[in-house]
């Protein structure tokens, strides 16, 4: 069954911030995040694992929160290169098992 | 940084006809998988393929697909009778051996059965 996210899409302006989550119906062990630029390939931004860690690089940050079998993904002080659709992609075992994609977030960032 | 390269980039093809999509994944990847996404929506799973092998395979992988590693390096997936709902972007995928590893993606190919 196919992750949910919220919201379906969002418009903010520069330097506005974001938060798309992610849940699942199933027990997870890990959750990845992809942007995806129009015509363009997803391109992986993070992983997190069970065990509820929180991750970051730049201003795009992540938490899993295991019990709730959720995961969001902050955007913090959003630029015009952070628009496009970001989709989630949970595993429910360890190893390399396929990536059950979420319905996707399209983020529109405005000057 | 290393690429997933994927040939052709745009197929058009008619109801019926054969079409092999090709792929060259990262040489150090041991885990290879298409996805496909109709325009606009889901990104789907289609099939993954470790050791020579399909691993695992979703219900939309049915007699029409097969999947093949001809050689050391391309990852091929051929349609055998295309169908006008086959009409998507097909992305391969692959990654290294263990846990933690994100995907790369290929630039993909997008067919137009017509």
């Known amino acids: 069954q196919q992750p949910v996210q919220s919201p379906q899409a969002v418009i903010l302006r520069e330097g506005e911030d974001a938060v798309i989550n992610c849940s699942s119906s199933?027990?997870?062990?890990?959750v990845h995040w992809y942007r995806q630029k129009h015509g363009e390939a997803p391109v992986f931004l993070m992983i997190?694992?069970?065990?509820?860690e929180q991750k970051g690089h730049d201003k795009i940050s992540a938490s899993f929160n295991e019990k709730k079998q959720q995961s969001s993904l902050y955007l913090t002080a959003s630029q015009l290169s952070y628009s496009g659709t970001y989709f989630c992609?949970?595993?429910?075992?360890?190893?390399?098992?396929?990536?059950?994609f979420g319905t996707g977030t399209r983020l529109t960032i405005i000057p | 940084e290393p690429e997933v390269t994927q040939t052709p980039s745009h197929q058009v093809t008619q109801m019926g006809q054969e079409v092999i999509l090709r792929c060259v994944p990262i040489?150090?990847?041991?885990?290879f998988y298409w996805y496909r996404q109709i325009l606009g929506q889901k990104v789907e799973f289609l099939v993954s393929?470790?050791?020579?092998?399909?691993?695992?395979k979703s219900e939309i992988f049915d007699d029409q697909f097969s999947v093949e590693r001809p050689d050391g390096s391309n990852f091929t997936l051929k349609i055998r009778s295309t169908k006008l709902e086959d009409s998507a972007m097909y992305f391969c995928?692959?990654?290294?051996?263990?846990?933690?590893?994100?995907?790369?993606f290929g630039s993909g190919t997008r067919l137009t059965v017509v």
């Open positions: 995928a692959s990654t290294r051996t263990g846990a933690a590893r994100g995907y790369t």
């Open positions: 997190l694992l069970k065990g509820g």
């Open positions: 393929f470790y050791n020579n092998e399909i691993s695992e």
């Open positions: 199933k027990a997870l062990y890990s």
């Open positions: 992609g949970t595993q429910t075992n360890f190893g390399n098992e396929k990536l059950t």
């Open positions: 040489s150090n990847h041991l885990y």
